[in-house]
C-alpha cells in the first residue's frame, strides 16, 4: 500500500457543471430561495420517499434545525441526554452542546462504524433515561436502527445520512421512514450543490418548525447569540420590546426581549 494516497474527497464538479453555473449566474436575477429550491425539495422527497424536505445550506445547518425542531416539538428540557456514536462528524455533536443538551457517545463496531451492541448494552444499564438517538449512517453503510430501539424504545430516533445518500435497508432508503433525517450536497459527497444540504421528515409539525427556525434561530446561532434569540420574526425568535420596569412598549430606555425573558420579566414583577 506503500505510495497510494486515498483522499477523503474530490471535487464531483464537471466542467459542463461550471458552464450551467456561469450560464445561471449571468441570467438570472435571483440566487436565493429560487423557483429551483422548491422543485429540487418536491424532486428530493419523491425520490427519498418521504413527505417533506427543506433545503438548507448545509448539512450542518440541516443537523441544527432537526435537533432544534425535536426540542420545541417534544419538550426536551436542557440536559437531557442524547446518544452518539464515537465515530461521527463535528456537525452532529455541536448542535447537543449548543442547543443545551448532553451528549453520551458509544463505542462503534468496525462492521459498519455504528453503535456496537455490547457498549449499547452498557449505556442501557448506565443512561436509561436516554431521550434522543442520533444515529450516523457512515461511509455509505446504513446502520441497523431497528436493532438499536430494541435497547432504548422510549427514545427518539433521528438519521444524519449526509454520507449515504441512496443507501438502503430492505429495499427501502435509509431516511425514507425517519422522524427526521439530514443529508448533505457538499462538494465531495455523491451529488453537490456546492455547498448545501437537506432535511426530511414525514411529520408535518417538524418540518413547519424547521421552515420557521431557518430565519431566526439559526441565525442566532451562526452569528454567536443563543437559540431562540434569533432577530427574524418566528415564534421563538421574536422580540418584545419592553421598559425597564418590564413594561410592554417600552421606550427609549426600553429593550427587546424575547418570549421567554418576557416570561421571567413578567415572574420577577409577581414577586
Not at 40 to 55: I, N, P, Q, T
Not at 68 to 94: F, Q, R
Not at 144 to 162: G, N, Q, R
Amino acid at each position: 500500500m506503500k505510495g497510494y494516497k486515498w483522499p477523503l474527497m474530490k471535487n464531483t464538479l464537471s466542467f459542463m457543471d461550471r458552464v450551467k453555473l456561469a450560464k445561471f449566474i449571468l441570467s438570472s436575477d435571483r440566487f436565493t430561495q429560487g423557483k429551483r429550491v422548491k422543485e429540487f425539495e418536491d424532486a428530493w422527497s419523491k425520490w427519498l420517499g418521504c413527505k417533506y424536505s427543506l433545503y438548507v445550506t448545509s448539512g450542518s445547518t440541516a443537523n441544527f434545525l432537526l435537533i432544534a425542531s425535536i426540542i420545541e416539538k417534544y419538550g426536551l428540557k436542557p440536559g437531557d441526554k442524547v446518544l452518539l456514536p464515537a465515530c461521527t462528524w463535528v456537525t452532529n455533536i455541536n448542535p447537543i452542546f449548543q442547543l443545551g443538551l448532553t451528549p453520551v457517545f458509544c463505542d462503534i463496531s468496525l462492521e459498519d462504524y455504528s453503535f456496537d451492541t455490547d457498549s449499547l448494552s452498557y449505556i442501557k444499564e448506565k443512561h436509561p433515561d436516554i431521550k434522543l438517538v442520533f444515529v450516523t449512517h457512515l461511509l455509505g453503510i446504513p446502520a441497523k436502527v431497528s436493532i438499536y430501539k430494541e435497547y432504548f424504545p422510549e427514545a427518539i430516533f433521528l438519521d444524519d445520512v449526509c454520507e449515504s445518500h441512496g443507501a438502503t435497508i430492505n429495499n427501502t432508503k435509509v431516511g425514507s421512514n425517519s422522524l427526521g433525517a439530514t443529508f448533505s450536497f457538499y462538494f465531495g459527497h455523491h451529488m453537490s450543490t456546492i455547498e448545501g444540504g437537506m432535511v426530511s421528515t414525514n411529520n408535518k409539525d417538524s418540518y413547519d418548525l424547521m421552515k420557521m427556525k431557518e430565519g431566526s434561530d439559526n441565525e442566532a446561532t451562526i452569528i454567536g447569540y443563543e437559540a431562540g434569540k434569533g432577530k427574524r420574526t418566528g415564534k421563538r425568535g421574536k422580540g418584545v420590546r419592553m421598559d425597564d420596569e418590564g413594561r410592554e412598549g417600552g421606550g427609549k430606555r426600553g429593550k427587546v426581549v424575547n418570549e421567554t425573558d418576557r416570561a421571567n420579566i413578567r415572574e420577577k414583577r409577581k414577586e
